[in-house]
């Protein structure tokens, strides 16, 4: 797997702390400010200017006087998770629309990373589409020169996902050049987690039938929570994100 991350990185000094903060937190469940600032040798308001960027990023989640868990069962809503990131989000859907040429076939997953790379998108030529995400059909289909193709089932209401068997049947009739998916969760040993069962088990069709997978996930997804595995990070051909991995995460 190559990793293919875009220039807005903060500090390595910075990215190394926050790495530290989080596996203080997993460790031990809930860590008060005083501890992580004594233990990381800062102070207290660098402590909560990372934990402020953690808990925005949906990493870790705030609580008084400290940080603790984010749930491994539900994902923040959706409307939160347009906000988280924007900029890097951004940033990834450019760089992976730059790397998609016209002339192509692709499957789009649910998620606001992907519907980035949607808007970004729109200025190709001749893209066949199929997507279980309404925002990105609506998206793309200003386009007309594009095909769109919405796969059946059960849309789910929060954020216009569709899931469910009939999906997963669409998806299996197609082989297409690129499969562009979203993730909620990278764990440690780098597993690819998400939250919803039946959503996972479309995204692993679509793994399974394109013939290059691109994986759109910025560093607010390294080592959040999430109950579900969809695969590993083996399985992806490249990993678009804007920010170096931690040197503890298993790409192999």
Known sequence: MKSNMSNNEPSKKSTSRREKIVKLVRKKGFVPISMLAENLGVTPQTIRRDINKLCDGGVLRRYHGGAGLVSSTENIDYENRQEIQHKEKQAIAKRIADYIPNNVSLFINIGTTNEEISQALLK???????????????????????????????????????????????????????????????????????????????????????????????????????????????QIDIWFTNDPPPLSLSTS
């Open 124 to 234: 190709h030529k001749n893209l066949k589409v199929v997507t279980n995400n309404l925002n990105v059909a609506n998206i793309l289909s200003r386009n007309d020169s594009f095909e769109v193709i919405i796969a059946g089932g059960t849309v789910r209401s929060r954020d216009q996902g569709i899931t469910g068997e009939a999906t997963i049947d669409l998806i299996q009739q197609f082989k297409v050049d690129f499969g562009i998916i979203g993730i909620s969760a990278i764990d440690e040993d780098g597993s690819l987690m998400d939250f919803d069962y039946h959503e996972v088990r479309v995204t692993q069709a679509i793994i399974r039938n394109s013939r290059q997978t691109l994986l759109a996930a910025d560093n607010s997804k390294y080592g959040r929570n999430a109950m579900v595995k969809l695969g590993h990070l083996s």
